[in-house]
Each structure stands twice: as structure tokens, then as C-alpha cells.
């Protein structure tokens, strides 16, 4: 690593803890070269080579979850149904599901009436212990069937197993890759990947061919990550980017730790966006206002961006 590098993170880290990292974000260290930014939230974007194209920020259904129950699963029906409504109908089409969410179910019967062409439904498997109620591990084809039936779907447009972290799951979850692979030549998903909670894990994901669309955490501030400090994440993602995966950011206020810290969302949006390498955004989503007001902060970051 050259001299002046190390100094760029030396600055970084340091303007991290006083609160003055914005200042930072278009520090090619960071951000990757590119033309002006679109500043539509809503604008459409490719995941890497995966051939999905979706918005720019997507609604995850994940928030809490575990054992197949979620904030939409214990909230009540009918507000859960609702809020989905409320992001189809301001735009929204990507719609982030997983067997460990219990969400499925909710999304069908809340988006039953859209267009479904218009929308991308992502799921994940669950292969590790714990997580689903079951002690059974059924291969991806059975699960991926089930998904499709509980969502009433033909066809899902990405799934990818869940939660990796091990540094060679793609030894370890061989068998599974390779029955998606088959799924994806009939037609029956349109891409597959991986979420990971690991580094390790990450530059698997970075070296496999395999892997079409990745979920990483990342944030400015190292809540919730691979790393407590975001800088040798944020090289892998570039990587990862520059390899033609699709890279979806998840964590970005830090599982819900910066949920009350305005200034830090609009950091941590600002640092996500401006890597020029994260796809899209997930954001799991609690009321109606959430979604509004990430809409404006989003495009709002989106404009700032382009002063830089």
C-alpha cells in the first residue's frame, strides 16, 4: 500500500470520529470514477452481469427476524400489508424476502394486484442451524419450490444462501450451487448468489464465478460489518463490483443503531452511494414515513454527490 494511501485512511478514520466524513466522500480511496450521479432514488440499476434490473433502493423485510418472524410478522397484518403497498405505490420494486423472515406470505398478498414483471423478488435459503424451525435442510430445489408457492410466483428473480461465513462455503455449499445452477437454466430464478457476514467469507464470494449477486454490509461507521473499520471492505466490494457481481448494500444505518441520527443517515448514504460500487440499497422499512423519508434523503444525497 502506497504512502499516500495510508494517509487518505489515516484522514478518514480520523474525520469518522469527528463527525466530518462527508467531506471525505469523494476521496478516490472511496469513490470510484464516474459520470454525474442520476439523482433519482427510483432509478433503475443493474445488478452487476446478472441481467436484473431494479431500483435503486429496495424494501427489506428482514428487520428483527429470525425463526421465520419479523417486525412485518409481529406488527399485524394488515399495517404490514400496508407499508408494502405504501413502497409499491411510491415506486419501490425490489422487495427483499428470506425463509428466516416468515415474509413471503405478506409480500404475495400485499403485491398480489402489481405487475409482477415490474417487480424483483429476492429470497434466500437457510442452510446453517437454528434459524428456521425445522432441524431438516432440504436441498434448493425443494425450498425454492416452496418459496414459489408461498409467494405464487413461477419464477423468482435471485436467491442466494443466506448469512455465509465461512471462508470456504463455496466448498461447503457446493452441492446447493450447483442444484441453483440447474434451477437458473430452467428458467425457474434468473440469478443466484450469496449474502455474507463475513469477510472471510466475502472473498470467497469474490473468487467464485458462480456468485451473481452479493449482499454486503456496509456503513461509514463499521456498525453491524464484516470489520469494525469499513476501509478493507470497501476494497473487496470494489472488487467485487469490478468482477460484474451485483453488489446490494444492506446495514447501512448499522441494523437500526443509527436509526435516530439524522446527520449519520445522511453520512452513511452519502459513503454508500458515492463508493460508485454498491448496486442498490436495502432498507427495512417500519412505517409509511420511513419510506418517504428515505426517498428524499436518498435523492438528496444523490444531488449533493454531484457537487462534489
Not at 1 to 13: D, S
Not at 17 to 34: E, I, K, R, W
Not at 156 to 162: A, E
Request: include cysteine.
Amino acid at each position: 500500500m502506497t504512502n499516500k494511501l495510508k494517509m487518505h485512511r489515516r484522514n478518514f478514520v480520523k474525520a469518522l470520529s469527528l463527525g466530518t466524513a462527508h467531506v471525505l466522500f469523494s476521496n478516490p480511496l472511496y469513490a470510484s470514477s464516474g459520470s454525474s450521479f442520476a439523482t433519482d432514488p427510483l432509478q433503475k440499476v443493474k445488478l452487476g452481469k446478472s441481467g436484473i434490473e431494479t431500483t435503486m433502493l429496495g424494501f427489506g423485510t428482514g428487520v428483527h427476524a429470525g425463526n421465520r418472524t419479523s417486525f412485518l410478522t409481529r406488527q399485524g397484518k394488515e399495517k404490514s400489508l400496508a407499508l408494502l403497498r405504501h413502497a409499491w405505490d411510491k415506486g419501490i420494486r425490489f422487495f427483499d424476502c428470506a425463509d428466516t423472515y416468515g415474509t413471503h406470505g405478506f409480500v404475495n398478498e400485499a403485491l398480489a394486484d402489481m405487475n409482477r414483471d415490474e417487480m424483483t423478488l429476492s429470497s434466500k435459503i437457510w442452510v446453517r442451524g437454528g434459524g428456521i424451525p425445522e432441524p431438516e435442510r432440504p436441498d434448493a430445489d425443494i425450498v425454492v419450490d416452496r418459496f414459489r408457492k408461498e409467494l405464487d410466483t413461477d419464477y423468482l428473480d435471485l436467491v442466494q444462501i443466506h448469512c455465509m461465513v465461512e471462508e470456504n462455503w463455496t466448498e461447503t455449499q457446493k452441492r446447493q450451487m450447483d442444484i441453483l445452477e440447474n434451477l437458473k437454466a430452467k428458467g425457474i430464478i434468473r440469478a443466484h448468489g450469496v449474502s455474507v457476514h463475513s469477510l472471510e467469507a466475502m472473498k470467497d464470494a469474490l473468487a467464485s464465478d458462480w456468485v451473481d449477486v452479493i449482499h454486503v454490509r456496509i456503513n461509514p461507521y463499521g456498525i453491524a460489518m464484516d470489520k469494525p473499520d469499513p476501509e478493507e471492505v470497501v476494497e473487496v466490494i470494489h472488487q467485487l463490483h469490478q468482477s460484474g457481481k451485483g453488489v446490494i448494500g444492506m446495514k447501512l444505518i448499522g441494523n437500526g443503531e443509527l436509526r435516530d441520527q439524522s446527520e449519520k443517515i445522511d453520512n452513511a448514504l452519502r459513503f454508500v452511494l458515492g463508493l460508485r460500487s454498491v448496486d442498490m440499497m436495502i432498507i427495512g422499512f417500519e412505517e409509511n414515513e420511513q419510506i418517504d423519508n428515505y426517498l428524499s434523503r436518498t435523492e438528496t444525497a444523490l444531488n449533493d454527490l454531484n457537487k462534489t
